[in-house]
C-alpha cells in the first residue's frame, strides 16, 4: 500500500502551460511580465494596494519587520504555538520574541494574552491564522491601535480564509503568505507581502533589491541591505494557482467536511473550529485528543505511520523547542501559557493533501478510531 501524504499541491495543465511560457518569453522586456501579473492578481484578491512576490513567506516576515522599523531592544509579541518561521526574523532583526498564549478554541493567538504581554517596548505583534483560522482580530487590532503596536498578520497558512467577510491577510500593517510545496496554494517555494501602506511597499521593494532606489539603472547602492525576489517561473506557477483559488480552498473544505463526517461526533476528538464570523480553509485537518485515551501525538503518529498513514504534530510550543527553550522569554512563557501545553501534546495534523480522497480519509478515519479504542 502506498503511503499517504500529509501535504502536497493540485498541479493541472494550466500551472504547466504558465510554467512553460514563463521559461520561453519571460526575459528582456518580458522579464517581469508573469511577477507584476501575479502581484496584481494577488493583491485584488486579497483587497489590498500592493503586493510584492518574494522568495518565502520567511523573508516577507523579515522586510515587514525591518520596514516597520523594528530593531534591536524591541520586543515583537508571537503566539506560542506556530511554525518557527513566524518568530525566526524577529531575531534576524536584533528584536526579542514574546511568546503569548493561544485561545483555546480558535488555537490562534489570544486577545487577553496578547494585551497582558504588552510592555513599553512591545512594536509589533504577529498574529498567525493556525492551520487555516484566524483569531479575534478585531480585539487583537483595537488593542494594538491602542498601544500603538504595528500588526504583521501570518496568513502563511489561511489564504482564502475570511474574517467578517473580509480576507484573511489584510488586517495588519503588513500581511504575510507563503507559497511552499505544503501550503494551500503553491510556488515551490515563496511568498508574498501584501499592505495598504505606500511606506512600507515603497520601503520594501527598496530593501529587497539590495538597496537600490526606483528606477536605478547605474546600480549605485544608498544602503547594504538584502536580495530576496521571486523568479518569473516562480509567479506564472502561482498566477496559474492563484486563477484556480476557489478551487483549491473549496477541496480544503470538502477534505475537511469527510473528516467532520467521519469524527465530528466522536467522543474525545476535537477537529479544527470555525466560529459564525470567520470562513477557516483548513489548510491542516487537525485533531487534539483528550488525554483519557493515554496517549500522546508522539505515540499516535508512530501508530498511524504503521498504518501508511503520514502525520505531522501539532507545532510545539515555541518556548519548548531547543532553538528557544533556554532564553529567559522561554522560561517564563513556559510558566505561562497553560492553554499552548495543553494541546500541543495532544495534536495531530491529518493528511489534507490536495491528492487525498474521500475513500482515503475514511480508512484514516476508520484506522484512527481503531487505534485511540484499543489502547
Ligand atoms: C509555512 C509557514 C511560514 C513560512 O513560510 P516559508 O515560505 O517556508 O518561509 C510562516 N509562518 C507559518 C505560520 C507557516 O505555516
Not at 467536511?257 to 480553509?281: M, Q, V
Amino acid at each position: 500500500m502506498e503511503r499517504i501524504p500529509v501535504s502536497g499541491p493540485w498541479i493541472t495543465q494550466k500551472e504547466i502551460d504558465y510554467v512553460a511560457d514563463a521559461a520561453a518569453n519571460a526575459w528582456y522586456s518580458n522579464a517581469n511580465m508573469y511577477n507584476e501579473r501575479f502581484e496584481n492578481a494577488f493583491a485584488d484578491y486579497i483587497g489590498v494596494r500592493y503586493a510584492i512576490s518574494l522568495p518565502s513567506c520567511t523573508s516577507a516576515i523579515h522586510l515587514s519587520l525591518l520596514s516597520l522599523e523594528v530593531g534591536p531592544g524591541d520586543e515583537v509579541i508571537v503566539p506560542d504555538l506556530t511554525w518557527i518561521a513566524s518568530s525566526a526574523p524577529v531575531s534576524y532583526v536584533g528584536a526579542t520574541p514574546v511568546f503569548a498564549d493561544v485561545d483555546e478554541k480558535t488555537w490562534c493567538l489570544s486577545a487577553d494574552s496578547f494585551e497582558e504581554l504588552i510592555t513599553p517596548r512591545t512594536k509589533a505583534v504577529i498574529p498567525v491564522d493556525l492551520y487555516g483560522n484566524l483569531p479575534d482580530m478585531d480585539r487583537i487590532r483595537e488593542i494594538a491601535l491602542r498601544h500603538k503596536i504595528a500588526v504583521i498578520e501570518d496568513a502563511a497558512e489561511a489564504i482564502g480564509s475570511e474574517y467578517k467577510g473580509k480576507k484573511a491577510g489584510s488586517f495588519g500593517d503588513t500581511g504575510v503568505f507563503s507559497f511552499h510545496g505544503s501550503k494551500t496554494m503553491t510556488t515551490g517555494e515563496g511568498g508574498m507581502l501584501v499592505t495598504n501602506n505606500e511606506d512600507i511597499y515603497r520601503r520594501s521593494l527598496f530593501l529587497r533589491d539590495h538597496g537600490r532606489k526606483p528606477g536605478d539603472v547605474m546600480f549605485f547602492n544608498t544602503e547594504v541591505a538584502y536580495k530576496y525576489k521571486m523568479s518569473s517561473m516562480q509567479a506564472a506557477l502561482g498566477l496559474a494557482q492563484l486563477e484556480r483559488i476557489n478551487e483549491l480552498v473549496e477541496r480544503k473544505r470538502d477534505i475537511f467536511n469527510w473528516y467532520r463526517c467521519e469524527l465530528g461526533k466522536f467522543d474525545g476528538i476535537t477537529l479544527n473550529n470555525e466560529s459564525p464570523d470567520t470562513k477557516n480553509t483548513y489548510w491542516m485537518v487537525t485533531v487534539v485528543f483528550d488525554p483519557k485515551f493515554g496517549l500522546n501525538k508522539e505515540q499516535l503518529m508512530k501508530l498511524l505511520a504503521e498504518n501508511y498513514i503520514d502525520s505531522r504534530p501539532f507545532f510545539h510550543p515555541l518556548s519548548s523547542i531547543p532553538a528557544y527553550e533556554n532564553t529567559q522569554e522561554a522560561k517564563k512563557a513556559q510558566q505561562r501559557n497553560r492553554i499552548s501545553y495543553k494541546i500541543s501534546p495532544y495534536g495531530l495534523n491529518l493528511p489534507s493533501g490536495l491528492n487525498v480522497t474521500e475513500e482515503k480519509v475514511k480508512y484514516i478515519c476508520n484506522t484512527l478510531k481503531d487505534i485511540v479504542l484499543s489502547v
